[in-house]
């Protein structure tokens, strides 16, 4: 050929290799540039004559920053140089003037004239790689995430599951790929929903929808599922994937917060928000055609003695029982509900007239003649009750009016005794009236120090000496005269102002009884009430003023000497209460039951707390020369209180023959009108100069 048509093929070879999207070099085999293309000048920021000056022949190498790279390319080019045979690898490619890229070499080795040499080609699979490795991580992402992924084609066959559905379902990969979604079918869908469900992914929009779905070993189980459509190039929907998240627990605490909204957890009845519809629907139903309706309300009397005594899992299976005790007397065409703590209502639906709402409502206090049984504890709980009872129409037409005055009615009847009912009557809002008017009064009577303490000698049987005091509240009222403490403590109790009227009453004691042991040797025994309100309050040892010296670490101060409490207290579960007992015990003070006998008595606190005195209540002392129960009761206590070197002082007697028969049966102690009743202060004080050889008359 001539030099011409050389040229021109020369040219027209460069044109071929300055056009190529890859990059073309040639290599000696010392690894230096022989000639490249354009792109290499670009990938590299060298000219070619730069590249393969005779005075700066560049090895390849040097455009290799990680050693990995450089590792990788020298082992495959000495493969290619030495054996001859082509090679193709990836390793990233980073000159000092270009950019950083993962590239894709292919080389072979030429032999022209005696000379060898390698012939390189390198691709750019940056972006490639860069899709690889996003794949991978979102293959990962599929494989780890916790929501179940299956993906099915346009005819719903799976073709995909990852580890989470597995986990989720119970279904192996093996069990699933090739069959439908529906082997997790439950069944609990209607047909409409699942034509809905395939309208909506195959016009191409997302299905969203907790779905209801069983596992492989039949539970059932809650999916939050999302279905999206999958389109190819042309638009055309070729796959659905779905995703699902189990919402299982969720969807049960839902469920159960739905149950608490209308029933009560521990006796399963219906609650106050469910039978308040179920009255408000009764009363729609009854108002049209002239139906009377009755609602009563009633609460255990004295429940919390159950609890204190026997414990509060006691006291929940007495709730329990009572629960299904009222079930089967209301019947089942009656709703019976537990409005909160021992209170609970039942609705009488078409009850004819008054006189059926009071039969009922005496079969209800006959049903709870017998006690509950408790066989963990070995006991017999009796329970009491009281009922109040308002009638649709007459006494309200409305679910509001109707319930407010069946309460009115409960608390009224509460006045009459245990194992009552009352209807609903319109003079009760002038009593209702009236009680809220004494509160009123008890606020402005503490702020106008009307109250007054009276004391009553507690008299040694064995001497007739008076030995020691109870201070007994009184109310001195500006126009009603003087008033005794059954009027107002429940009021003060109620309304909480006892915890204020009780200190002060602490505080007059103490100064009273300071007094006192001035002027009588031995000190006399001063004892005073405290309520359980007062030892639920925080703090109450240190609230107290008077008991400041005493309790201080500043030795006795000679005041109160006494404390008088409810069993109820001694046998609460209160830790307050508990420690409070205790300090007092362990700072000298003693601990006196009152009217013990009356409650759920136990031997064990008798023991517990270092209990000094009992005191028998009056109801046994009234009736113990005529009932031989009430007497055996006695002797029982006496003989009892004595073997645990307990002081016996009985309440309440009025008569020289009880008090022989006491002296007689060894009671230790009285008070009572057969010495004295209680008396203002300073007339005590003239009883106390003048008792010496005091006695009783007719010994």
């Not at 009560?264 to 139906?291: G, I, W």
């Not at 010495?675 to 106390?688: D, G, N, R, W, Y």
Request: glycine content about 6%; aromatic content about 8%.
């Amino acid at each position: 050929m001539s030099p011409e048509s050389d040229r021109f093929y020369l040219d027209l070879l460069r044109a071929y290799l300055d056009s190529a999207d890859d990059a073309i070099f040639v290599l000696c085999d010392e690894q230096k540039f022989l000639l490249c293309n354009r792109r290499m000048e670009q990938w590299l920021g060298e000219t070619e004559a730069s590249l393969t000056c005779h005075n700066r022949r560049l090895p390849f190498a040097r455009f290799f920053r990680e050693p990995a790279s450089t590792e990788r390319f020298m082992l495959n080019f000495n493969v290619t140089l030495q054996a001859a045979q082509p090679t193709r690898f990836e390793c990233t490619l980073e000159p000092p003037q270009g950019e950083r890229r993962h590239v894709e070499f292919a080389l072979n080795m030429v032999d022209v004239e005696s000379a060898q040499m390698v012939i390189v080609v390198a691709r750019d699979v940056t972006h490639q790689q860069q899709n690889q490795a996003m794949l991978r991580k979102l293959s990962s992402a599929v494989e780890q995430t916790a929501d179940s992924v299956v993906i099915t084609n346009r005819e719903g066959v799976i073709e995909y599951v990852n580890p989470a559905f597995v986990a989720t379902t119970g279904f192996s990969p093996e069990e699933a790929i090739g069959k439908t979604p529906r082997i997790v079918k439950s069944g609990q869908h209607s047909a409409a929903f699942y034509e809905q469900l395939w309208f909506t992914i195959l016009n191409g929009e997302v299905f969203r929808e907790v779905l209801t779905n069983r596992r492989r070993d039949g539970e059932i189980y809650y999916e939050e599922k999302t279905i999206t459509p999958l389109r190819d190039a042309n638009g055309e929907i070729t796959h659905f994937v779905s995703t699902g998240k189990d919402v299982t627990a969720r969807v049960r605490v839902e469920e159960r917060l739905d149950y608490l909204a209308y029933y009560d957890p521990l006796t399963a009845l219906p609650n106050r928000n469910l039978f308040q519809e179920r009255l408000t629907h009764a009363l729609d139903q009854a108002r049209p055609h002239h139906r009377q309706t009755a609602v009563v309300f009633l609460d255990l009397d004295n429940f919390r003695s159950v609890n204190d005594s026997l414990g509060h899992e006691a006291g929940d299976a007495v709730l329990q029982g009572m629960a299904a005790r009222l079930q089967a007397c209301a019947g089942p065409e009656n709703s019976v509900a537990r409005m909160g703590n021992d209170e609970f209502a039942i609705l009488f639906e078409d009850i004819g007239d008054a006189i059926r709402a009071a039969q009922q409502a005496q079969r209800l206090i006959e049903a709870f003649a017998e006690p509950f049984r408790l066989d963990d504890h070995d006991a017999d709980v009796f329970v009491s009750m009281h009922l109040g009872i308002a009638m649709a129409p007459v006494d309200g037409d409305e679910a509001d009016r109707l319930w407010k005055n069946a309460d009115t009615a409960l608390h009224h009847a509460k006045s009459l005794g245990r194992n009552r009912f009352h209807f609903y009557s319109a003079d009760m809002t002038d009593r209702i009236r009236e009680h809220l008017a004494l509160r009123t009064e008890l606020v402005r009577a503490l702020e106008h120090n009307e109250f007054r303490l009276h004391y009553q000698p507690i008299v040694a049987l064995q001497n007739n000496e008076i030995v020691g005091v109870e201070a007994l509240l009184r109310w001195q009222h500006p126009e009603r005269g003087l008033i005794g403490p059954d009027v107002f403590i429940p009021v003060l109790e109620e309304s909480g102002l006892i915890l204020r009227v009780g200190e002060w009453v602490l505080g007059e004691v103490c100064r009273q009884a300071q007094l006192w042991h001035r002027l009588v040797s031995p000190p006399l025994r001063v004892t005073v009430n405290v309520s359980v309100q007062q030892f639920v309050a925080p703090d109450f040892i240190r609230s107290v003023g008077c008991l400041g010296c005493v309790l201080g670490g500043q030795g006795q101060c000679n005041g109160i000497t006494e404390f008088e409490i409810t069993e109820s207290v001694f046998m609460h579960n209160d830790p307050v209460i508990l420690e409070t007992l205790r300090t007092l015990r362990n700072k000298g003070i003693r601990l006196s039951i009152d009217d013990f006998g009356t409650g759920y008595s136990s031997l064990s606190y008798l023991t517990r707390f270092e209990v000094d005195t009992v005191k028998i209540d009056r109801s046994f002392v009234r009736d113990m020369l005529t009932n031989r129960q009430a007497a055996a009761l006695i002797e029982a206590i006496i003989a009892m209180a004595h073997a645990l070197n307990l002081t016996v002082v009985a309440e309440g007697v009025e008569t020289v023959p009880e008090c022989n028969y006491l002296r007689g049966l060894g009671c230790d102690m009285i008070q009572g009108h057969v010495f004295s009743p209680a008396v203002p202060p300073q007339v005590l004080t003239e009883i106390l100069k003048a008792r010496k050889g005091i006695g009783f008359a007719g010994q």
